[in-house]
């Protein structure tokens, strides 16, 4: 059985401890390869190596790194399909999903980064006539990832690629539960020459791995992106160390449709929404607000269109809904199914767990897409994420409720408005308390935009500037100019 291996010092290594854990196909149900446990010993090496790394990296030329970190995304490529297949495979995922977005995506974080730190620019100001001041931004060193199972080589990539780019080293750990993609990109960082010790990867548990990398007193700098309880616990030992921290959290997301929406588009785009990656995407719209003039017809579309969605085995090209990530978590979705027919909910369409769609995948982790409506904005099923392929459609009548209904959550990652009001949607955006709002879209990235949540669904932002901000320090340098 496939071993998977930690990468530290430019080596593929066994844990010090010598421990596996199994590591799981969500479709089939079965072990089908190991992952590292690794320690806090494990994180010691990794970190040292990445200390002694770090002098030699941030001093190299910036074109030089833009030239590896372009390298590895040109080897990314080179793997599509093996890639994907190792996505798929580790998380459950439909294989076209992997091989049109999360590998892609992948490959687009490394370029994207190593070519933007080129363009990286700081500030100067002149003080009247007696000082001109300059900023430098230097790499914070040691820098610590932590990235979770939905898009796992997606969100891996998306932070070392600016904390290399910039100059620091990095400790990474992938989610243990999706570790496979992250294994196979530190080969092909050997094979692209990156030197030893620049990126470190330590694979195992949260509580374990990850709680060692955060409490390390070399690491700097923590960009953190998972659960919200998680996210509150690294805080809590990170804040009185004083590190930097980005915490990227969880969401609950509303989509509103107005009834003079283009329904064309906001048909398929709320079903995308709500079901992409079997609704595990943080961004996801579960929660579906429909003018009450339009609610009803919106409502027989959406549940035809849903119904359309082909669950199927994840390595069936033609398949649109695969598994969900692993059992305790296929286990809590089904809590909530159970627990919105507690709260009074009316089951449109899916409430179950999906028969297996061959006999290989007999005992994976299949579940229907559910549509449910007559839920209370307030009740938990509104409230609480629940990450899975479940939706609520709810009436409304007036903006003002609407734009009530969406912030009545602790979180505010994103918000999708459906209008053809231009007016509208602009009072809609800014009312709205969300870090993203998309008008007339959804899940349209520009790796460019700032991105992160509002109240509970994070602290900072990343992407373009604001991600090569965040991994470096700005100090900034007064140099008086008297007059002679
Ligand atoms: P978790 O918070 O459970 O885990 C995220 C990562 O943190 C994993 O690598 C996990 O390791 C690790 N971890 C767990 N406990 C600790 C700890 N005490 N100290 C350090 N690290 C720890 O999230 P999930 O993996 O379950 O991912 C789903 C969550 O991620 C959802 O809430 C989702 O909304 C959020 N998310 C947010 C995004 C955003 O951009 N805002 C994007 C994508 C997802 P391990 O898994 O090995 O235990």
């Known amino acids: 059985m496939k071993r998977i291996q930690n990468y530290i010092d430019g080596e593929l290594c066994e844990p010090l401890g010598g421990k596996y854990l199994d590591n799981v196909e969500p479709a089939t149900g079965q072990v089908y390869s190991q992952v590292p446990d690794s320690d806090e010993r494990d994180v010691e090496r990794a970190t040292s190596a990445a200390l002694a790394a770090f002098p030699g990296w941030s001093a190299t030329p910036a074109a030089d790194r833009s030239r590896l970190l372009c390298k590895i995304a040109d080897l990314i490529d080179a793997n599509l399909d093996r890639l994907a297949e190792a996505e798929t495979i580790d998380n459950g995922k439909p294989i076209t999903l992997a091989r049109t977005l999360d590998?892609?995506?992948a490959s687009e974080n490394l370029r994207f980064f190593g070519t933007s730190v080129l363009h990286f620019h700081s500030e100067s100001h002149a003080t009247d006539n007696v000082a001109i001041n300059y900023t430098l931004r230097k790499p914070r060193g040691v820098v610590g990832t932590i990235s979770p199972w939905n898009l796992p080589l997606y969100l891996f990539t998306w932070k070392i690629a600016p904390a290399l780019a910039t100059g620091n080293t990095v400790v990474g750990k992938p989610s243990e539960v999706t570790p496979m993609t992250a294994f196979l990109l530190t080969e092909l960082c050997r094979e692209a020459g990156l030197p030893p010790g620049v990126l470190n990867v330590v694979h195992g548990l949260g509580p374990k791995a990850g709680a060692a990398i955060v409490k390390h007193p070399a690491i700097t700098t923590i960009s953190f992106t998972g659960g919200t309880a998680t996210g509150a616990e690294i805080a809590r030992t990170a804040a009185p160390m004083f590190k930097k921290m980005a915490l990227e959290l969880g969401g609950k997301n509303p989509n509103i449709i107005f009834a003079d929406a283009n329904m064309d588009a906001a048909i398929p785009g709320s079903v995308r929404a709500a079901f992409s990656n079997q609704g595990q995407v943080c961004l996801c719209g579960s929660r579906i607000f429909v003018e009450r003039s339009a609610y009803?017809?919106?409502?027989?579309?959406?549940?035809?269109?849903?119904?359309n969605l082909k669950i199927g085995d994840p390595l069936e090209p033609a398949t649109q809904h695969g598994a969900m990530v692993s059992r305790p978590h296929y286990e809590k979705v089904l809590s909530y199914i159970e627990l919105a027919r507690q709260e009074g909910g009316d089951f449109i369409c899916g409430g179950k767990n999906a028969p297996p769609p061959n006999e290989r995948c007999k005992d994976g982790y299949?579940?229907?897409?559910?549509?449910?409506?007559?839920?209370?904005?307030?009740?938990?099923?509104?409230?609480?994420?629940?990450?899975?392929?479940?939706?609520?459609?709810?009436?409304?009548?007036?903006?003002?409720?609407?734009?009530?209904?969406?912030?009545?959550?602790?979180?505010?990652?994103?918000?999708?408005?459906?209008?053809?009001?231009?007016?509208?949607?602009?009072?809609?955006?800014?009312?709205?308390?969300?870090?993203?709002?998309?008008?007339?879209?959804?899940?349209?990235?520009?790796?460019?935009?700032?991105?992160?949540?509002?109240?509970?669904?994070?602290?900072?932002?990343?992407?373009?500037?604001?991600?090569?901000?965040?991994?470096?320090?700005?100090?900034?340098?007064?140099?008086a100019t008297p007059k002679s």
């Open 103 to 105: 590998i892609p995506r």
């Open 366 to 479: 299949f579940i229907e897409p559910t549509i449910i409506t007559g839920l209370d904005v307030n009740c938990r099923v509104n409230r609480e994420e629940i990450f899975g392929p479940l939706a609520t459609v709810i009436p409304f009548d007036r903006e003002d409720e609407v734009v009530e209904y969406a912030n009545a959550t602790d979180y505010g990652l994103s918000a999708a408005v459906w209008t053809e009001n231009l007016s509208r949607a602009h009072r809609i955006a800014d009312r709205i308390q969300a870090g993203t709002i998309w008008v007339n879209c959804w899940l349209l990235r520009d790796l460019r935009v700032p991105f992160g949540g509002m109240k509970q669904s994070g602290v900072g932002r990343e992407g373009g500037q604001e991600a090569l901000r965040f991994f470096t320090e700005p100090k900034n340098v007064c140099i």
């Open 296 to 307: 009803k017809s919106f409502l027989t579309k959406f549940v035809e269109a849903t119904g």
